[in-house]
């Protein structure tokens, strides 16, 4: 497929995060699939099994930050933070029987209690057609920076 | 015994603080949290004189690794010479003070300077080729162009640096959280490891309130609503609170609670979400640790949990993972965090990847966790602005047991350990 359908799907993601249409979201994703934000600074091949990460949700956690972050007990986002999700550099990289690798550059803002944090960085995807339609079945998204001093905290979907 | 007691009496503390024992009441004035003045004392009389924790044995395997860090505010680099000796030393050249050694670890036969090019030795010695002439014949005779060495002592594989040269020893400064380091230490057989890198993140609040909400069994089921609806789900079944619970006064500022909890632990308990296989697994590690270290030990160890605060600003979780964690304060309403997972040297790939597990879905920047407490910090120290119209925090609760009844974890009498230490020492002259 043309580069121009896995952007068109990166920018309609991008929208759902912007709007917290999380459900729908959550729903671009397979059973199998794995959403994970390694340690910023991490190489591309860093392993949840053996690498301190963020955040390596396998389908089961992934629902459940959905449902946290729309609870309004989950405080770090309640009240709700403004976001917008940039994307850009999109690229085909590859593709293997898991699907297409597809990569892009990113760069998220979250405003809250007057504070605005920017993510940069680059996101991995593995996406694949399931029944017509196109699905993630693995997002990988790298912060480009050494640490987290300046935000802090990633409670948002990058 | 705690080396702080003889002098307990002496002092009168700050002003700082309410300690009503008679009326239960346990107070800290705001002010603490908010002062350039107190924040200058603080690093001044505990952070200059406490020992801090530097790194774990596990960090430096080999003879001439290095990791540098910065800790207490001091740039240092923590190595191992070509014989295997550990060395902390100042991360600043004596020449004009660039930082001798600028990647987070490594391994190197010594160190030198991109500025002038002056170079050292990994024992921290001069040892630069300059032209005869140029500098006098007996040019650092007194070791003034070595690496300034800070004071170093372990416990176990627990690393500590003290910038007091005239501190008391790590073991008495320690005092009974050793008993907390001996459990860790006795996970497994073959000792603990860092694994995979730190987690480096800051928070804008002040430093003590974090060491206050590392060992707060009072707040888990209000602030960590969202985490206890995911772990009911994830283990399949509801999680209940800890049903026993203990305060460990560990003397000297440090304090730790114990108690048991609803998770499962890669050392040793088994929940329904890791499968038959698992179980089998966790049943041989378990036997392996009660051969060990026996019975009751072996409880401790695998049924039981602790938050230890080690003062001033050293975290020990052993609840469903295990994490360290150091603090220090960049501003009175600012401090910047560094967290570790470490596990069991040798586990399972499956086992490392259930610990880093639990740990991610409590713990850390992305955890359901730790970012609703960085968000209580944060809201407090917002609220502190109005200290001079609402002056003090209360943490008197549970205060007013009866004489000899045991505190519980939902007390607050751990942090009033911490407290009563930073007050000895904050006035202290
Ligand atoms: S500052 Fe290091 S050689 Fe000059
Ligand atoms: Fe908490």
């Known amino acids: 497929m043309a580069r121009s359908v896995y952007e068109e799907f990166l920018y309609e993601e991008a929208a759902m995060l912007d709007e917290w249409r999380l459900d729908e979201w959550l729903a671009l994703f397979t059973e199998e699939s794995v959403y994970e934000v390694p340690r910023a600074g991490a190489k591309d091949s860093a392993d949840s099994s053996e690498d301190l990460f963020y955040i390596a949700d396998n389908y089961f956690r992934l629902g459940h930050r959905v ?92 | 015994m705690p080396d702080t007691l003889a002098s307990q009496d002496k002092t009168q503390g700050t002003s700082l603080i309410v300690d009503d024992r008679e009326g239960g009441l346990f107070r800290v004035n705001r002010q603490a949290f908010l002062d350039d003045e107190i924040l200058e004392q603080e690093r001044d009389k505990i952070f200059n004189r406490c020992w801090l924790f530097l790194g774990h044995a596990s960090e430096l395997p080999n003879p001439n690794d290095f990791v540098t860090r910065n800790v207490g505010g001091k740039e240092l680099i923590f190595n191992r010479d070509r014989k295997g000796e550990y060395h902390a030393f100042l991360n600043t050249c004596p020449h004009r003070g660039a930082m001798v050694e600028r990647q987070e670890f490594g391994n190197a036969l010594g160190f030198k300077c991109f500025y002038h090019g002056w170079a050292f030795n990994n024992n921290g010695n001069y040892a630069t080729r300059h032209q005869p002439g140029v500098y006098p014949e007996d040019f650092n005779g007194d070791g003034c162009a070595n690496l300034v060495p800070v004071k170093l002592q372990q416990y176990r594989d627990f690393f500590f640096v003290n910038y007091d040269n005239g501190a008391n020893s790590l073991e008495s400064y320690l005092a009974d959280s050793r008993m907390i380091l001996d459990l860790i230490d006795e996970h497994g057989p073959n000792g603990m490891e860092v694994v995979g890198g730190a987690q480096k993140y800051s928070i804008r609040s002040n430093w003590k309130l974090l060491m206050e909400n590392s060992y707060d069994g009072y707040h888990a089921l209000d602030t960590h609503e969202t985490y206890f609806k995911y772990l009911t789900d994830a283990i399949g079944g509801p999680a209940e609170m800890p049903k026993v619970t203990n305060v460990m006064n560990l003397g000297n500022g440090h304090a730790s609670i114990e108690g048991d909890a609803p998770w499962g632990r890669p050392v040793a308990k088994w929940i329904p979400a890791w499968g038959e296989k698992a179980k089998t697994e966790i049943e041989e590690i378990k036997r392996e640790v009660v051969s060990r270290v026996g019975e009751e030990r072996a409880g401790r160890i695998c049924q039981l949990g602790r938050n230890t605060g080690i003062f001033p600003n050293l975290v020990i979780n052993d609840i469903m993972a295990i994490t360290i964690r150091t603090f220090y304060p960049v501003e009175p309403g600012l401090m910047d965090v560094t967290a570790w997972a470490l596990g069991v040297k040798g586990e399972s790939r499956d086992f490392r990847k259930r610990r880093l597990d639990n740990f991610l879905e409590f713990l850390g920047p992305g955890g359901f966790a730790t970012p609703d407490d960085v968000e209580a910090l944060e809201s407090a120290y917002r609220g502190y602005a109005a200290y001079k119209l609402a002056p003090w925090n209360d943490i008197s609760r549970g205060m007013s047991r009866a004489d000899g009844e045991p505190f519980k974890a939902d007390d607050e009498e751990q942090m009033r350990c911490f407290w009563r230490e930073w007050d000895r020492r904050m006035g202290a002259e």
């Not at chain 1, 690798?101 to 209690?113: D, E, G, L, Q, S």
């Open chain 1, 67 to 158: 449902k946290r972050m729309l609870d309004k007990a989950a405080h770090a986002e309640w009240p709700r933070s403004v976001q917008s999700h940039m994307i850009s550099n999109v690229r085909i990289t590859g593709s293997d029987e898991k699907g297409v690798h597809v990569t892009c550059r990113f760069i998220t803002h979250r405003a809250k209690n007057d504070v605005t944090d920017t993510y940069a960085g680059h996101h991995n995807y593995i996406l694949k057609m399931v029944n017509g339609e196109l699905r993630i079945i693995s997002k990988r998204s790298f912060i480009a920076s050494d640490s987290l001093r300046e935000q802090g905290k990633v409670t948002i979907i990058l």
